[in-house]
């Protein structure tokens, strides 16, 4: 394994604003927020990818990241709403291959973007296509992993 910085961060040997930290998970500050306040929380284990990621440690990460969004909103850090992130792959902008969910405090006139053309509707016929594709990706992982 190449060097993880979250992994660095977990055993101490770089440095991090910790806000909150148990057996299973770390949140720190980020040095690229959004907005200032903006947590990353993560597994202390190294777990590239989201596929990878256990339920039992997926459920506490999210426990911990609902726990990070109201700290945020009780902290005195400007902050009318929260976003969450996860990006999963190289396509969808992960750039340190260790599970990490991005915490961060929004506010109105706040430089942060989400760019699409949210004028594109699909019809009901390819959303319902769609759907049945995954229901059956969905269907056919649940069986593997019972088997």
């Known amino acids: ?51 990878d990621l256990n339920e039992e440690t997926g459920s506490h990460l999210f426990t911990i990241t609902m726990q990070m969004a109201k700290a945020l909103r009780h902290s005195g850090v400007q902050c009318e709403g929260i976003n969450l992130f996860l990006a999963d792959g190289e396509a969808a902008f992960q750039d340190v291959f260790h599970v990490h969910m991005h915490v961060f405090p929004r506010f109105q006139g706040d430089p942060f973007k989400i760019e699409a053309n949210w004028q594109v509707k699909p019809s009901r016929q390819e959303l319902d296509e769609i759907a049945a594709s995954i229901r059956r990706a969905n269907e056919l992982l649940r069986q593997r992993a019972d088997a």
Do not use: W
Request: with cysteine; net charge negative; proline share 10%.
């Open 1 to 51: 394994m190449e060097t993880c910085v979250f992994c660095d961060i977990v055993a101490g040997k770089a440095p991090a604003s910790i806000v909150y930290e148990d057996e299973v998970v770390c949140a720190f500050l980020t040095i690229g927020p959004v907005n200032p306040g903006h947590v990353l929380v993560i597994p202390k284990q190294h777990i590239p990818f989201l596929s």
